[in-house]
């Protein structure tokens, strides 16, 4: 993790399911599930993790999906810089985020609903979710100017 007081950065990686839109769908995108035991809140976010010192965040996206879910990403395409200042577990976190936008190599993971996988201790879920649910707010994704980047193609 990060330590207080620290400014981290990430790379996270916007993914559409582009035969979900083409049967007339709409727009879904694969998203990983957090919890805050303190607000006790759902939330949902893009998938991706932390740029070490000498990686690109294109790297960082990569490798983080690789040692996540064994996911080979292509078509990785640059969306843009977001900084997010919230509040997680009860401390303050303060991230800027390269965002970016591709498509899995393998159509076997645009056929999994759901997936469970380990980040370090923690067992985690990914799941593909319209995203309908987020602009209703009926789900929260996070960071919310995130929502700026779903309707665009």
């Known amino acids: 993790m990060h330590k207080p007081g620290e400014i981290r950065i990430i790379a996270l990686g916007l993914i559409r399911d582009a035969q979900y839109a083409k049967l007339g769908k709409g727009i879904r995108i694969f998203v990983s599930v957090g919890y805050d035991p303190v607000k006790q809140q759902t939330f949902y976010r893009a998938m991706g993790g932390g740029v070490e010192f000498g990686e690109t965040s294109k790297d960082a996206l990569k490798r983080e ?3 996540e879910i064994q996911a080979e990403l292509t078509n990785i395409r640059y969306l843009g810089c977001l900084e997010n200042i919230f ?3 009860g401390q303050p976190g303060h991230e800027i985020i390269q965002l970016f936008e591709s498509d899995f190599v393998d159509a076997k993971f645009y056929e999994t609903e759901k997936l469970v996988f380990s980040e370090g201790e923690r067992q985690k879920t990914a799941l593909w979710v319209d995203i ?5 707010k009926e789900l929260r994704l996070v960071p919310e100017q995130f929502l700026d980047y779903l309707s665009s193609s």
């Open 132 to 136: 309908n649910r987020f602009q209703s």
């Open 65 to 67: 999906f690789q040692e």
């Open 87 to 89: 509040t997680f577990n």
